[in-house]
């Protein structure tokens, strides 16, 4: 393979001829993507797109950052309630977790060949690298992607480019292949040595997929499509999924318990429609129990949000019960920490 150039021997041998779309995730790979292609003296537009699994729910501001520091301006697209979706019934299926990384590629891919159109832009680029993830990264999956995404050889992926069928820019001149990368696999070595090379600095490491990946996250998502139903479930209900600590007592009744201060606040947000037990003279967790849940097990809720309160012995702790509107006391006695229902209530996706 011939030398790369340097950064301004790339710049002279420019044409600004073309225009591109980069998809961002801000993590390392997409930036460097779509900063080497902006090196090559094609203009670049970030395009991060928010999605509802975001693990960083700042994510959005270190895109920009990112990028900005690239040199590159960002639109940022929300489409947290469509990617839902593809969640719910993905075609190629899910991963090790409930992450559908096909189809959310193909998705995202589809987005920003909208905005290629809206922008006036010849081709995306994305910092996908060959054989760096197991779902969606393969050989096989990068070619389906391509073409069901219908951007087919508009689509750039400069890191891996010279290992992959030669994209639209490089076919018309606009960027000479010796000046994309071939990488493959989960090193890191290479995108520092090009970090480097192109002046990118403070990056993160990896964008790390997102909460579908999760083991936790995805049991109470596997967990939450079977009792509350995969079209049933609201956007909120996948929210509530990232807080608390979840134990299904039945197939009616499922119980949230808040882990800390923030946690309860938060856990105020989804109390409509829930039942709310919270303790009145001590300090505690606030819990919901969600479902058709008996009058024992809103009982037995107690008990277990009582585990979490701060107590000595086995007194009952009184806590307060809001039930549609209504409200009403229970002395409940604390479950002791040992009591091996709850790990075998937890939703947690440990094997028991
Ligand atoms: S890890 Fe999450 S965000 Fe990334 S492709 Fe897979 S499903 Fe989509």
């Known amino acids: 393979m011939k030398k790369m150039q340097s950064r301004s021997e790339l710049a002279r041998s420019s044409n600004k001829v073309a225009k591109a779309i980069a998809l961002l995730s801000g993590g390392l790979d997409s930036t460097l993507a779509a900063a080497l292609v902006r090196s090559l003296g094609i203009e670049v537009i970030g395009l991060h797109i928010h999605i509802l699994f975001d693990t960083d729910q700042k994510r959005s501001q270190h895109v920009a950052k990112a990028a900005e520091d690239a040199g590159i301006k960002v639109r940022t697209a929300d489409l947290s309630k469509e990617h839902l979706e593809v ?28 905005v290629m159109e809206e922008e006036g832009a010849q081709f995306v680029i994305t910092g996908e690298v060959l054989g760096q993830r197991p779902m969606s990264q393969h050989l096989r999956a990068l070619t389906r992607i391509a073409k069901e995404s219908e951007l087919e050889d508009r689509l750039l992926r400069p890191l891996s480019a010279n290992l992959l069928s030669e994209a639209l820019p490089v076919k018309k001149g606009w960027i000479r292949c010796e000046n994309l990368l071939a990488l493959q696999g989960r090193g890191r070595q290479e995108q520092i040595k090009l970090a480097t090379r192109l002046g990118i600095e403070g990056y993160r490491q990896s964008a790390g997929g997102c909460l579908l990946v999760e083991k936790v996250y995805a049991a109470r998502l596997r967990d939450a499509f079977s009792h509350i139903g995969k079209d049933a479930m609201e956007e909120q209900d996948f929210l509530l999924l990232r807080y608390g600590r979840h134990f299904r007592l039945s197939d009616r009744a499922k119980v949230i318990v808040g882990r800390n201060e923030r946690e309860n606040e938060i856990l105020e947000g989804f109390v409509t429609g829930r039942v709310m037990i919270e303790p009145i003279d001590t300090v505690g967790p606030l819990t919901l129990v969600e479902g058709e849940s008996s009058p024992e097990e809103v009982i037995l809720a107690a008990c277990l949000a009582a585990r979490y309160c701060d107590h000595y012995g086995e007194a009952p702790l009184m806590m307060r019960v809001i039930r549609s509107g209504e409200e009403s006391m229970v002395a409940a006695i604390p479950l002791t920490p040992d009591d091996p229902r709850i790990s075998s209530w937890r939703i947690d996706g440990a094997r028991r």
């Not at 719910?88 to 909208?114: E, T």
Request: charged share 25%; net charge positive.
């Open 87 to 114: 969640v719910r019934h993905p075609r190629y299926g899910y991963g090790a977790g409930m992450n559908p990384c096909i189809d959310c590629r193909i998705f995202m891919l589809r987005a920003a060949k909208k």
